[in-house]
């Protein structure tokens, strides 16, 4: 029996073959006819299979019922071969003695193109996989994902390389030099173990190849050719590296926000940068809250470098590539933009919880350039009919795609919308895009009910007193004291009411400051809100 059937116990292991083969003939009593040698694995009556087996390969009865074809014979709507079901029930006697009996099909294939060294790795089972090589099965058969049956054991043995073996570019800024770091050096700074593939369980393996249908390789031209520089890149990757994020795009430095990653050389758009690797999770997993979570991989505790990418205005951007290297799907990072060497990767967050926070935007300039003079329209409704067809590939047909996924980040990304308000990148007029439910999501609408009624008012100011006010907020956006800035936006009307603008005239005794009593309100707010449970970390 093979020891490595790790989720496979006692009823548990009855339980699972019972959902695997559902609905079959196998487990019915009476003996299906022309179907009897797997009938026979199936019901682990192994001793009599292999004096079958031996009668079948050197025959002394010319009656005898069973053939060598039945040992080749492909049962159950999964169209498995009796190897392929011993490997699957574990019987690894069985499948050694059928292996080198020298009359059976070691390469057939199932309904999904697996064949029985697909199913032994699937199993984690290397005695199988072994005695298999040793009698030159096809190591480089693809199944229906485009993978080898050493892309599964990669999978599921992931990170397959140790620590040492790992050379990981990393950049001192204070040294302004480069440092090669190693696994364990790369688990000290992140707290995450490096991988070059995503890590898998034979549970989740053989629950995708439990389905009967499995999604076809994309005909869009825009995946295949996605497709196409995802081979190149495995042959050569472009180089990237680890590094801090000290300073916006326009030089201004920035607070700590941990480790991002970097282009080691100029990339070019549609470039395959890297991939998004971590740990792939079930379903029921999904539901509870995971931080680094991805279409199904968490690159928390096991990351490469697609996990690292920091929060900002986008030049990259992650897209789902389905059959590729035995998955179901891979996500493949790709470039929106050229992006020179030395510059930070970004993409978008969506609406995580850091946009909340102590958001502040990296790329302001590129954000303003984005934006300023081009009409919003025309790219808001190129985003419409990208949100109409998200879920075919026919969203990848729209030429216009970069900018939509650029003009998405508007909407998940309030503190930088509101950037651009107050630096004048953007009107009232065409925040209320943005507002329109017919487009927003729910972090925007949000934004609208914390501070629309503010910025109407700000609106309806004296033109001299709008610029002060617009700078000042401009300038604490810099903070990224999320929370406070939007209550202060949403009270805009209750510090700027008659009362106190001729309270402070009277005490100056000068033409009014709208950016020194904005402050005022600034202090107010944040005072009244170190009292207030939840607020302590914004004031």
């Not at 040793?134 to 049956?149: C, I, S, V």
């Not at 680890?242 to 607070?255: C, L, N, Q, V, W």
């Not at 400051?513 to 904005?518: A, G, I, K, S, Y």
Request: hydrophobic share 35%; net charge neutral.
């Amino acid at each position: 029996m093979s020891s490595l059937i790790p989720f496979v116990v006692g009823e548990n292991y009855t339980n699972f073959l019972d959902s695997y083969f559902k609905p079959s003939f196998l487990k019915t009593k009476k003996t299906p006819s022309g179907h009897i040698v797997a009938h026979l694995v199936y019901h682990r009556l192994d001793r009599v299979v292999a004096l079958c087996l031996r009668e079948c390969v050197n025959p002394s009865s010319p009656t005898f019922p069973i053939k060598i074809e039945d040992f080749n014979k492909k049962n159950t709507p999964y169209k498995i071969t009796p190897l392929q079901l011993a490997i699957i029930r574990g019987s690894y006697e069985l499948a050694s003695q059928m292996i080198q009996s020298g009359g059976i099909d070691l390469d057939g294939t199932d309904i999904h193109g697996w064949t029985a060294l697909h199913h032994a790795a699937a199993m984690t089972d290397q005695a199988v996989i072994t005695k298999l090589l040793e009698y030159k099965a096809n190591p480089k058969m693809l199944n229906d994902r485009n993978g080898t049956y050493l892309d599964l054991w990669n999978l599921t043995h992931a990170p397959a390389r140790q620590a040492i073996e790992y050379q990981i570019p990393l950049w001192d800024e204070s040294q302004k030099k480069m440092d090669i770091i190693d696994g364990a050096a790369f688990e000290k700074l992140t707290g995450a173990r490096f991988s070059d593939e995503v890590l898998t369980s034979s549970r989740l393996l053989i629950k995708d190849w439990l389905k009967m249908d499995h999604e076809p390789e994309s005909a869009n031209a825009f995946l295949q050719e996605t497709v196409r520089n995802y081979e190149e890149f495995s042959k050569n990757p472009p180089s990237i590296y680890m590094s801090k994020t000290h300073f916006t795009d326009e030089g201004k430095p920035m607070k700590d926000i941990g480790y991002g990653v970097f282009a080691g050389q100029d990339i070019q758009p549609k470039q395959v940068i890297c991939e998004y690797i971590g740990k792939e999770i079930s379903n029921e997993e999904e539901n509870s809250e995971v931080e680094y979570l991805f279409s199904g991989i968490d690159g928390k505790s096991i990351r490469g470098f697609g996990s690292m990418i920091q929060d900002g205005f986008p030049n990259c951007a992650f897209i789902p590539i389905n059959n590729l290297k035995g998955r179901k799907q891979r996500l493949i990072l790709i470039a929106l933009e050229p992006v020179a060497k030395g510059q930070p990767l970004f993409i978008d967050y969506m609406s995580h919880y850091v946009k909340w926070t102590d958001h502040v935007e990296p790329r302001p300039l590129a954000l303003r350039q984005f934006v300023q003079g081009r009409p919003l329209k025309p790219m808001f409704d190129d985003l419409m009919q990208i949100m109409r067809n998200i879920k075919t590939s026919c969203i990848y047909d729209n030429p216009n795609l970069a900018d939509a996924m650029k003009l998405t980040y508007l909407f998940s990304t309030p503190s930088s919308l509101l950037y651009l308000y107050f630096s004048n990148a953007l009107s009232l007029k065409d925040l209320e895009l943005f507002f329109n439910p017919l487009y927003s999501s729910e972090m925007t609408c949000k934004v609208k009910n914390a501070v629309q009624d503010g910025l109407v008012y700000l609106e309806s100011l004296p033109e001299k007193y709008q610029q002060p006010v617009k700078c000042w907020f401009a300038q604490k956006f810099a903070s990224g004291k999320m929370q406070v800035i939007f209550n202060i936006i949403y009270s805009l009307k209750r510090y700027v009411v008659p009362e106190k603008i001729e309270h402070y005239q009277r005490a100056q005794r000068k033409e009014l400051d709208f950016t020194e009593l904005l402050n005022h309100a600034y202090k107010d707010m944040a005072d009244s809100m170190r009292t207030e449970s939840g607020y302590a970390q914004y004031a």
